[in-house]
């Protein structure tokens, strides 16, 4: 009387229905990565779930070891091929979609079905490294809504509509707990370790380091935020003063700007503030995959972890992988490099050897002409006004190595990074130093909530000239040409204000005040819930006076943790050892099943002897071989002592009993 | 030296068990003290993944990944309290068991009573070493399930009800609740009715010529007046009432013969081969119609026949 229960066949495997409804959970939950999966990924994932949904349907029985195996194996291979790789995000996504689809080929046991919607659980999570949106809020509320349902149907004796507000309810009643954890769990400061290189690819629109014609009238396209400040002091400074610095440009080769020089290249910038010029902003920077922090023009510094480049932009320590939040402080009033030392006045008026004879020539001219460079610099701005210069998004092309000469002379269409870079190189040319400064120009007040927006179609550019006693000024060449880019956004100084995005156009109807609202929306919940880290928990728990508790909250956490993995580690060894125990009960459970495969299931309360009999009415022809079986099983779990060679003789038999196959009886 | 460790917890984890499931007269109520409560090894690989899904969250800083997590966690917690819930109070009412002949199986009944305003859910039953179980699909609030375990009748004599375990992984499967009960139910198990000698034949001696006294068994016939000597308890009264005078039962006359099954006489050394064909031999004799007695050492039941008779007869051999 020692053996131990068999609890293989409870729970139940899942029936047709359950696996139908399994298949329907993995395809809604996979749905939104069909968005951003390649097509070739989505097509097969789709085909494996019409697929088992079939055989589900027909309740067709699952295919066999080597059917299942050649699929997993092609899965594999085909990511392999498509991607180079089974890591990073698009190429494990690709795959873990393709093996849960694969994987409801296999659903045999409840646990099976078990391990597959926990699965399920984690399709939904990698879902949010492409998009953290409000819509994927709503995402991540039907998807677990979905899957505690199917959890409860295969383990609930339940109906499915009943699962479904059982399921209800249980989320409703875990809110609570949920949100206690959001808010107290301890948060570690991410990464733990690297990020895929292809971590929030989505996102690479932004400011570039590197500007040749084309790079910044291309972000003049795009709608998206590019970050959204909010003045704890006072209000957005006026729109003249809204310069937000990003990369400068040092080098020029090849109709290319580029080259911030390294901090061990140039000292880094030297920034006097005039004292009552100092502005305060609390900024909400998009992820760009850069490490620029943006500020209004020029920066001072951040409460983020930053160093200044001699180019006087804040540098973060790592690439911006992740909406940030953080505070600046910028001077609007300023000297910047009041002394430039000879290394950067040399960087700063270099210019390849040769190319754009007539830019020279001219600069050369009005060089002869001025008296300081103060007066080149009118100079130069007086031509860009007096000829019929085009602000425009769509130039005439230019020659790679002419650039310079065909836009000032020929073409005279072109962005403001068309007006900057030839400004620049006209002031180089005639022996200013000078560089290019890209960021953005602008921004409009939000209709909800008291903060600005800054947008990709705000990106812009413009040139710094180093003059003696002031130190490095602003220039802003398009201003001269576009006055209305400066006070009124883009959509003020162009003509084709039909190829700007529709945010960027100056008008404001009905769906423009929609979108604002929307976007005061998902301001608000970037502010408080994206943004929630362990720095906004630190300053939460302070607020709330238990800001010495974080420590003890960390390690208590972490105690429990290693506790519980300890215990469930020996659990699970004890557990193994259990089950690999008893070969006699295992194979009467397979004796069983095989029986039951054929239509012949044990019921719960039937034992082994009233289960043989009942079969062997049925089915005569197995009579003999089952009577032989059962009898054999009730001497080995009741004998006291039985003996080894009992239990072989019995293995042996049940092993080799085939319901599809029954041994012609010996007569 | 981890497997003797083991083993020892074991060991005091099964002997606090079977200390805290004292044997029980019926009805018994779970109760908080006894209703144990553990993850399953789906709710084990499922925790695995939260704390990989953690990790993730972590290291993307991910706040809907951190949400997702937490309220999977929430949601797993809570189904625990549920799971708990679905067994906390309910009673276990009865227990009972036809008696068997040994080598067959008792069909243990076991009455379940939710006497809560919520339906339990997926409550089942199974006994440690018993093969068999049985599910509750659903025990609406204030209803009644029986359920039904077989369990094996090796000898004859008293089977007590094994120790049972009540379980449930409801609502998710991640956790399982389960609790020990031992009621203190029993039945009987006869020898088992086998044996080689034929049943021997009734002997015609002095005792026969008494006829045994009618019982209610027999065939019925009809009615006859009462006459005086009649029991009262052969009385119909419900016939007697629609006519003038008494009137009692008439039954069919049995076989004047009686049989005496003799422990001394049945052959085999072995008292319980001995016992099992003296079952048999009742049997036959119940079969044929016959009124029998019987003897064994220190018992002798009167002669008599009747299904009262045979189960008084085979309750004497299980217990002797």
């Not at chain 1, 939460?540 to 972490?558: D, M, Q, S």
């Not at chain 1, 034992?607 to 009415?617: C, I, K, L, N």
């Not at chain 2, 067959?104 to 070493?129: C, E, K, M, W």
């Not at chain 2, 050394?269 to 003296?278: G, I, T, V, W, Y």
Request: charged share 20%.
């Amino acid at each position: 009387m020692s053996r131990a229960a068999t609890t293989a066949s409870w729970p139940p495997a899942p029936a047709r229905g359950q696996r139908l409804r399994l298949t329907g959970c993995l395809a809604l939950v996979a749905l939104p990565h069909l968005f951003h999966l390649p097509p070739w990924v989505s097509a097969i994932a789709a085909t494996l779930l019409v697929w088992q949904a079939q055989a589900a349907w027909r309740s067709r029985p699952l295919p066999g070891r080597l059917i299942r195996f050649a699929l997993a194996a092609a899965a594999l291979g085909s990511v392999l091929a498509g991607f180079g790789r089974i890591s990073g995000q698009e190429a494990g996504v690709s795959l873990l979609v393709m093996l849960l689809a694969l994987k409801l080929c296999e659903i045999r046991s409840h646990r099976d079905a078990m391990v597959f919607l926990s699965l399920t659980a984690f399709l939904l999570i990698t879902q949010f490294l492409f998009s953290q949106s409000l819509a994927m809020a709503v995402y991540l509320v039907i998807g677990t809504w979905l899957i505690t349902a199917a959890f409860i149907d295969v383990s609930s004796e339940i109906a499915p509509t009943g699962a479904f507000t059982h399921s209800a309810r249980l989320l409703l009643q875990a809110l609570p707990v949920a949100a206690l954890l959001f808010v107290l769990f301890p948060r570690v400061p991410g990464p733990l370790w690297g990020l895929p290189s292809d971590a929030g690819a989505r996102a690479t629109t932004g400011l570039s380091e590197r500007m040749s014609p084309g790079s910044i009238s291309s972000l003049a396209t795009s709608d998206a935020v590019a970050l959204r400040v909010r003045f704890p002091d006072g209000d957005m400074p006026p729109a003249p003063a809204r310069y937000w610095r990003g990369p400068v440009f040092w080098d020029f080769d090849d109709g290319t700007w580029r080259g911030s020089p390294a901090a061990d290249a140039l000292p880094a910038a030297d920034i006097r503030p005039v004292a009552d010029a100092i502005v305060r902003a609390d900024i909400t920077l998009e992820a760009t995959r850069h490490p620029w922090l943006i500020a209004l023009d020029v920066p001072l510094g951040t409460d983020h972890r930053s160093r200044m480049s001699p180019g006087a932009t804040l540098h973060a320590e790592d690439d911006i992988d992740e909406r940030i939040r953080y505070h600046a402080r910028s001077a609007l009033a300023y000297r910047l490099d009041p002394q430039l030392g000879s290394a950067a006045r040399e960087r700063a008026t270099r210019l390849p050897a040769g190319g754009n004879p007539r830019a020279r020539a001219t600069a050369r001219r009005w060089r002869a002409q001025a008296d300081t460079p103060q007066g080149i610099v009118d100079r130069a701005l007086t031509h860009f006004r007096e000829h019929p210069f085009h602000y425009t998004l769509s130039p005439a092309r230019t020659g790679r190595d002419s650039s310079i000469d065909d836009f000032l002379f020929e073409t005279r269409e072109g962005f403001c990074e068309h007006y900057a870079g030839a400004f620049t190189f006209l002031m180089r040319a005639a022996g200013v130093p000078a560089r290019v400064v890209t960021g953005y120009q602008g921004g409009e007040r939000a209709l909800v909530g008291d903060y600005w927006v800054v947008r990709n179609s705000d990106a812009h550019a413009w040139s710094e000239v180093w003059l003696d006693g002031r130190g490095w000024v602003r220039v802003d060449p398009t201003a001269a040409v576009a006055p209305g880019r400066i006070e009124a956004g883009v959509a003020g100084s162009l003509s084709d204000s039909q190829a700007l995005p529709y945010m960027a156009r100056a008008d404001d109807g009905a769906w423009y005040r929609m979108q604002m609202l929307w976007d005061g929306v998902n301001a608000a919940w970037n502010r408080w819930f994206l943004a929630y880290g362990p720095q906004q928990q630190q300053r939460l728990l302070e607020r709330i006076g238990l800001g010495g508790l974080r420590g003890a909250l960390v390690a208590l956490t972490f105690g429990v943790a290693v506790l519980l993995g300890l215990l469930s580690l020996w659990l699970g060894w004890r557990m193994r050892q259990r089950r690999t125990a008893d070969p006699v009960t295992r194979q009467w459970q397979r004796v069983c099943d095989r029986l039951a495969a054929m239509g012949y299931p044990r019921a719960r309360h039937e034992g082994p002897q009233a289960y043989g009999a009942r079969v062997a009415r049925a089915r005569p022809d197995l009579a003999d071989e089952l009577g032989a079986i059962v009898a054999g099983y009730i001497r080995l779990c009741y004998a006291a002592n039985p003996g080894s060679a009992d239990t072989q003789a019995f293995v042996a038999r049940a092993a080799a009993f085939d319901p599809r196959r029954p041994r012609k009886p010996r007569d | 030296m981890t497997g003797v460790f083991s083993r020892r917890i074991e060991a005091a984890i099964t002997g606090f068990i079977r200390r805290r499931t004292p044997i029980r007269s019926t009805p018994m109520t779970i109760g908080r003290r006894r209703l144990y409560i553990l993850p399953t090894r789906s709710g084990a690989i499922f925790a695995v993944l939260l704390v990989v899904m953690l990790l993730g969250a972590t290291n993307y800083s991910n706040s809907l990944g951190f949400a997702l997590t937490f309220w999977l966690a929430a949601i797993a917690l809570v189904s625990m309290h549920h799971a708990h819930r679905n067994l906390l109070g309910l009673v276990l009412t009865r227990v009972s068991a036809a008696p068997v002949f040994a080598g067959g199986h008792a069909r243990f009944t076991i009455t379940l009573d939710n006497t809560a305003r919520r339906a339990r859910r997926g409550v089942r039953i199974s006994a440690p070493g018993i093969e068999g179980e049985d599910l509750a699909a659903v025990i609406a609030p204030g209803g009644r399930v029986d359920l039904q375990l077989s369990v094996p009748a090796a000898r004859r004599g008293h089977l007590a009800c094994p120790r049972l375990r009540v379980e449930t992984i409801v609502p998710l499967g991640l956790f399982r609740a389960w609790s020990w009960l031992a009621p203190s139910a029993q039945t009987l198990v006869y020898p088992q009715p086998v044996g080689p000698r034929p049943r021997p034949a009734p002997a015609d001696d002095g005792d026969a010529a008494t006829p045994a006294p009618a019982r209610g068994n027999d065939e019925f016939l009809g009615h006859r007046p009462y006459i005086r000597g009649d029991s009262l308890r052969e009385i119909d009264w419900k016939a007697s009432a629609r006519t003038d005078g008494l009137l009692v039962h008439e039954h069919t006359r049995r076989s004047a013969n009686t049989l005496w099954l003799d422990y001394a006489h049945a052959g085999a050394r072995d008292p319980e081969a001995r016992l099992s064909q003296l079952a048999r031999w009742v049997l036959d004799a119940e079969r044929d119609g016959l009124t029998y007695g019987l003897r064994l050492p220190g018992t002798t039941l009167t002669p008599d026949a009747g299904r009262g008779h045979r189960e008084a007869c085979l309750r004497a051999l299980a217990l002797l």
